[in-house]
């Protein structure tokens, strides 16, 4: 079973930063790809960010310069820094986590920003 938890949501004005937090626990043998993924109401699902195995980073355009995403792989965890926080950066955040055989999905975690 694995298992996907994350943290560090919240409610903060436009400006300031935070920091989301995604560990995996479980039967794991192999880490590929880990990423953050959003869902604003009423939108569908996009990609923020992503990083490989290898460390190679990839951010959707509405959040580069601002959003950096790592992974520190003896905890399996993967991080998401934000900040210049927007508006419209307020959604659910999921971590995602591709293990050769299977992927996972966090359960989510809300961030609002405030203007």
């Known amino acids: 079973q694995v298992q996907l938890v994350e943290s560090g949501g919240g409610l903060v004005q436009a400006g300031r930063s935070l920091r989301l937090s995604c560990a995996t626990s479980?039967?794991?043998?192999?880490?590929?790809?880990m990423a953050w993924y959003r869902q604003a109401p009423g939108k569908q699902r996009e990609l923020v960010a992503i990083?490989?195995?290898?460390?190679?980073?990839n951010y959707a355009d509405s959040v580069k310069g601002r959003f950096t995403i790592s992974r520190e792989n003896a905890k399996r965890t993967v991080y998401l820094q934000m900040n210049s926080l927007k508006p419209e950066d307020t959604a659910v955040y999921y971590c995602?986590?591709?293990?050769?055989?299977?992927?996972?999905w966090g359960q989510g975690t809300q961030v609002t920003v405030s203007s």
């Open positions: 995602y986590v591709d293990l050769g055989f299977n992927d996972y």
């Open positions: 479980g039967r794991i043998f192999r880490i590929n790809d």
């Open positions: 990083i490989t195995s290898g460390g190679s980073t």
